[in-house]
């Protein structure tokens, strides 16, 4: 049988292009010999995320969909019509069998040259408020996949996000004496993450650095990630309090932490609660609320705190985050808690569902051989 031929549209962000790398090389374990190409856009991160995953991008012109009427609206069909004409071209070019979307710029011209060419459209859907390019296409196909099972979105099922196996398989506790000596942590007591992702957030790093001295006297090694673009000024001491702009493997950072300070993208999000790691997520506060949606089901359950932005300070840190770091026995609850909210296999879950659905499509009597 001939391998199949998947097109995955998922850029701009790295929230869309990650889970769709991870559903990718899924479908790569999968069946290997499979043929993957990526759609992008020039803007965003896709020339940067998707070729250092070893995919062919294939660039076609941005049609972003504006939020608001004005003269960027009166200029979208056009702009519109030529991205869904560049996506068909390559839909064509690379004999394409089936095509899954992640959101994004690049997504809807996707979907629509997908159902000019009736092709299988198989959409998912990361975030608690879904985009417009998702929306639309729920209403094209059957084929349509959320993180949770409160995302409102047509005929959705409920899989979770594809995450990549280093961190839906990792093992926390058999990794943490190695993490932590990465780190120049202690082997023991308690380990606090900050984290604001790859860009960094400054509200988090000032009210982080701001209770350091609260953290050191209550016994809690910290380790902030404060992002490429900022710098936290902390003293040496002990315990130690350790900052990095950045880390390449967070598997590591997630074994060496009992807890985490962050914000709550989808991904973020996803990730600490496959992990099982309970965290303080604190919500960007535009977006519309976005954030706090996505953060919602596990606080809900029991395996983290939600603080507002604008809450968040050293003082809220010493009085109401400190306690919980210093009690072993409630980590240990939130962490089960949290881990029980999470989805280690969706990347799997929805690489077979798409391979099933390129066999259904060529109408083989056999069984397909993935």
């Given at each position: ?27 790569r ?8 190409t ?104 059957p ?23 280093a ?61 490429a ?108 808690r949290a ?32």
């Amino acid at each position: 049988m001939a391998a199949p031929r998947v097109v995955v549209a998922g850029g701009h962000s790295a929230g869309h292009i990650e889970p769709a790398m991870n559903f990718a090389d899924a479908v790569r374990r999968l069946v290997p010999a499979v043929e993957i190409t990526a759609l992008g856009t020039v803007r965003g991160l896709d020339t940067t995320l998707i070729p250092a995953r070893g995919y062919p991008l294939e660039l076609i012109p941005p049609a972003p969909l504006p939020r608001r009427p004005g003269r960027a609206l009166l200029r979208t069909p056009g702009r519109l019509r030529d991205s869904v004409r560049a996506a068909g071209s390559v839909l064509r070019r690379v004999r394409a069998e089936v095509v899954v979307g992640f959101g994004g710029y690049v997504s809807l011209p996707a979907y629509l040259a997908a159902r000019e060419q009736g092709l299988p459209i198989v959409v998912h859907e990361a975030n608690a408020r879904p985009g417009i390019a998702n929306r639309l296409a729920a209403r094209m196909t059957p084929h349509v996949f959320a993180a949770g099972p409160g995302i409102r979105l047509a005929h959705a099922t409920a899989i979770g996000i594809p995450l990549r196996p280093a961190i839906a398989g990792l093992d926390r506790p058999a990794l943490r004496d190695a993490a932590r000596q990465r780190f120049g942590l202690h082997p023991d007591g308690p380990v606090l993450l900050v984290t604001g992702g790859s860009q960094g957030a400054r509200a988090l790093n000032a009210a982080a650095s701001g209770a350091a001295s609260a953290l050191r006297a209550a016994g809690v090694q910290v380790l902030h990630i404060t992002g490429a673009r900022h710098t936290v000024d902390v003293p040496a001491g002990d315990p130690p309090y350790v900052v990095t702009p950045y880390v390449d493997q967070m598997r590591y950072a997630y074994a060496a932490a009992d807890f985490a300070l962050c914000r709550s993208g989808a991904m973020t999000c996803a990730e600490l609660a496959a992990v099982g790691l309970p965290a303080a997520y604190v919500p960007l506060p535009d977006r519309g609320g976005e954030q706090r949606l996505n953060a919602e089901p596990v606080v809900a359950a029991g395996g983290g705190l939600l603080v507002g932005d604008a809450a968040l300070d050293p003082a809220w840190i010493e009085t109401t985050l400190i306690p919980v770091l210093t009690d072993p026995r409630r980590i240990a609850a939130m962490s089960a808690r949290a881990r029980a909210t999470g989805a280690a296999d969706a990347d799997v879950v929805l690489a077979r569902y798409v391979l099933t659905t390129i066999a259904g499509r060529r109408g083989s009597a056999e069984p397909p051989p993935w």
